[in-house]
């Protein structure tokens, strides 16, 4: 197996948090809340964390969505303990981990960490790996906790193998049956699944959120895909330059997505510059409510790809229906879906439009098109200059 999968730096932050005189082994896990506190990490002149805060409740599995660069592992490495915060605090069920005059150590801290190199030790078997964090227990009792969870997750028969030897998947599971077997009241997962292929990808989500469910540990799981956050997350954290810019559950992002940021990260959109007047954006379609934005002021219309819709289709126009007339300029077809280009007489750029298959669009078709005003957002232009 490739050598990627097996990180120092990944390694070291693994051993650190499951380091001899660590966390042995709850007897059951209970959940923990994860707060942090105004919390701010520099690396020179930049700010990775400028000010953040956030609470995560017991239990709870939320997920941490942001940009590349814009600070999701480095609050991750902070609440593991292997990042000091330069201001602000974190607390773990209450107690303070992290803060102006306090410190606790990763080991002492109750979490679980897991990466998306699964930085497994490749110098010990499968069950060592396993039982890596369960040094303070009797050695017996040790291979049989890691023998349990290592059954749990289907790979009891590689227990003397090394990690080599396993698939991707395979391997990311072993991660995950050590990051657990400690029974940590808080699991921290950085992109832990975009080491696998599109097909595995989606059993392993399901498989780790059931098993995160019997744990009942609290969880936070960083990634940069939308659909993973809104598969896996009770609720979406999404961050831009070290701040948080919304959090709430999938519904909450998607429908009242706070900025356009947002708004782009959750579907795919038409946008289109509009100009206020009376609190309202006059578009082709009809005007369409602007609340909070005055007269003359400029703004971003947008309007999802799936929410327009085709009330009449015809190879060659004519005829009455409803909606406004539009041209497909381009028709690709997408599998569950068709996406159009289509020209709209008073929209400058032509309209993408996801329609499902079905209806019989072709380049050159006359299409009649409708939208739900409620289901358009307008934001103020600056809005989205910054993104
Ligand atoms: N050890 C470090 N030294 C200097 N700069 C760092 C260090 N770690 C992170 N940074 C910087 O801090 C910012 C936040 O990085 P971080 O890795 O937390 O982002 P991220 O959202 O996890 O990105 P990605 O999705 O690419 O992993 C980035 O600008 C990064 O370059």
């Known amino acids: 197996m490739a050598n990627w999968l097996f990180n120092k730096s990944s390694n070291d932050a693994v051993s650190n948090v499951l380091s001899e005189g660590g966390p042995v082994r709850a007897g059951a896990t209970f959940a923990a809340e994860l707060r942090f506190e105004e919390v701010s990490k520099n690396y020179g002149e930049r700010a990775a964390l400028a000010g953040l805060s956030l609470d995560i409740a017991p239990g709870e599995v939320l997920c941490l969505l942001g940009p590349s660069g814009c600070g999701k592992t480095t609050l991750l490495r902070v609440a593991a303990g292997i990042e000091r915060p330069d201001g602000g605090r974190v607390l ?9 005059e306090r410190f606790v150590q990763p080991e002492a801290r109750g979490v679980g960490l897991m990466f998306q190199d699964f930085a497994l030790f490749p110098h010990l078997t499968i069950l060592e790996n396993v039982a890596f964090g ?116 999938a519904e909450d992002l998607y429908h009242r997505p706070a900025e356009l940021f947002v708004a782009r990260l959750f579907s795919e959109i038409n946008e289109i510059d509009v100009k206020v007047a009376a609190g309202r954006a006059a578009t082709p379609f009809g005007p369409v409510a602007a609340p909070g934005l005055g007269d003359g002021e400029r703004a971003t219309l947008c309007i999802r790809e799936r929410s327009v819709g085709l009330t009449a289709v015809r190879a060659n126009g004519g005829g009455e229906a409803q909606g406004l007339a539009g041209r497909v300029r381009d028709a690709r077809f997408l599998g569950d879906a068709m996406r159009l280009e289509v020209v709209v007489e008073g929209f400058e750029a032509p309209l993408n439009v996801r329609t499902r298959v079905g209806h019989d669009v072709a380049r050159g078709s006359e299409v009649r098109l409708c939208i739900d005003p409620s289901d358009v957002i307008v934001f103020p232009s600056s809005n989205g200059k910054d993104t």
């Open 92 to 100: 773990i069920n209450g107690r303070e981990v992290a803060g102006p």
């Open 134 to 249: 369960l040094k303070a227990l009797p050695r017996a009792e040790a291979r049989r906790e890691a023998l349990t969870v290592l059954a749990r997750v289907g790979l009891e028969r590689y227990a003397e193998q090394y990690p080599h030897i396993l698939s991707g998947g395979q391997q990311q599971r072993v991660a995950l049956a050590r990051a657990i077997v400690p029974r940590p009241a808080v699991m921290l997962m950085d992109e832990p699944f975009s080491g696998l292929d599109v097909q595995l990808r989606e059993s392993m989500q399901q498989e780790t959120l059931a098993l995160l469910r019997e744990t009942r540990a609290t969880t936070m799981i960083v990634t940069h895909d939308p659909e993973e956050a809104m598969r896996l997350g009770d609720r979406i954290a999404v961050m831009r330059a070290g701040r948080l810019v919304q959090v709430g559950r």
